[in-house]
């Protein structure tokens, strides 16, 4: 799984080895290691902040022999450098988000919890149990409001992150892409793409026209 993220200037790509980054379009990348001390780092999700685009953040698992840890990593220069934000969390890191307004304010989904920050990963608080985290996003219009997809279900909290609820009932296959765009919801999936317009509490798919839908 890769996650692409842009700014102005450069692309950051999360990769099986760390993050690439170009500053011509693609036409060449240079690898970046992401922490030192390990054999190498399966990147699963990588976040720049748009109104910051210098603070970058990204999750993955690293390894050293046959020692797994997963961890989440913090660049305040563009992805010149790296620092291990993962604190004491212990589980596998799934997706990342921000508040689009403060890229101290970070939320994680992992395989068991939601956990948020609001010191860019000095401190990480438990939000939320729930099983295999995949997708996460804030609402850009209301950065209190957001959503964080699992197996089946869509969650909500209107709090920051500090509370959470399921929304709309069950939802076919587990989450693997969330996103929040237009002022609506999109929940990925292998079942196909669903979208809901009225934040969460209904929805519809919307994969017309698109003739491989699996997410």
């Not at 760390?18 to 922490?35: H, Q, S, Y």
């Not at 690293?62 to 291990?84: E, H, L, M, Q």
């Amino acid at each position: 799984r890769r996650s692409m993220r842009a700014s102005v200037s450069q692309t950051q790509v999360s990769a099986p080895l760390g993050v690439a980054v170009t500053a011509d379009g693609g036409l060449t990348w240079e690898a970046k290691r992401v922490c030192a001390g390990v054999d190498a780092v399966e990147g699963r999700a990588l976040f720049v902040h748009p109104a910051n685009p210098a603070y970058i953040y990204a999750c993955g698992v690293s390894w050293t022999g046959f020692w797994v840890k997963p961890g989440i990593y913090r660049s305040t220069n563009g992805g010149a450098s790296w620092k291990d934000v993962t604190g004491g969390l212990t589980d596998p890191i799934n997706a990342l988000a921000a508040d689009p307004a403060d890229p101290s304010k970070i939320y994680a989904a992992t395989d068991n919890f939601i956990y948020r920050s609001s010191d860019a990963g000095g401190t990480w608080l438990a939000a939320a149990e729930f099983a295999y985290g995949y997708g996460l996003a804030v609402d850009p219009a209301n950065p209190a409001t957001l959503f964080a997809g699992a197996l089946k279900t869509v969650l909500k909290s209107t709090d920051g992150g500090v509370h959470w609820a399921p929304v709309g009932g069950d939802l076919p296959g587990a989450c693997r892409r969330l996103a929040v765009a237009g002022g609506a919801v999109f929940f990925g999936s292998e079942a196909g793409l669903f979208r809901s317009a009225d934040a969460g509490a209904t929805w519809a798919p919307a994969q017309a026209g698109i003739t491989a839908c699996r997410v």
